[in-house]
Nanobody, 114 residues
Framework: QVHLVESGGGLVQAGGSLRLTCAAS????????MGWYRQAPGKERELVAQISSGGSTYYADSVKGRFTISRDNAKNTLYLQMNSLKPDDTAIYYC????????WGQGTQVTVSS
């Protein structure tokens, strides 16, 4: 059973930074694509960033140049460095392992005040 646990969310002023962490267990982390998703109130969940097992990355246009996804396969950990945060970035952020069966963390709240 795959288990994903996010941490690092919080309240930050616009222009500030946060680093989200996702600790993974129960799967061979290093061979899996991993992603960060977010869901704002009243909106659908959306892909923020994704990283392949080899380190190739994808970013949503809304976060390009501000967010950086990375992974430490030795620690089974996924990261999302978020800089220059905007109020529109306010959402619950989820770590996910896509695949024939998807796995999700419980989410961590990020609130950006103006």
């Amino acid at each position: 059973q795959v288990h994903l646990v996010e941490s690092g969310g919080g309240l930050v002023q616009a222009g500030g930074s946060l680093r989200l962490t996702c600790a993974a267990s129960g799967s061979i982390f290093s061979i899996n694509v991993m992603g960060w998703y977010r869901q704002a109130p009243g909106k659908e969940r959306e892909l923020v960033a994704q990283i392949s097992s080899g380190g190739s990355t994808y970013y949503a246009d809304s976060v390009k140049g501000r967010f950086t996804i990375s992974r430490d396969n030795a620690k089974n950990t996924l990261y999302l460095q978020m800089n220059s945060l905007k109020p529109d970035d306010t959402a619950i952020y989820y770590c996910a392992q896509p695949g024939p069966q998807w796995y999700w963390g419980q989410g961590t709240q990020v609130t950006v005040s103006s």
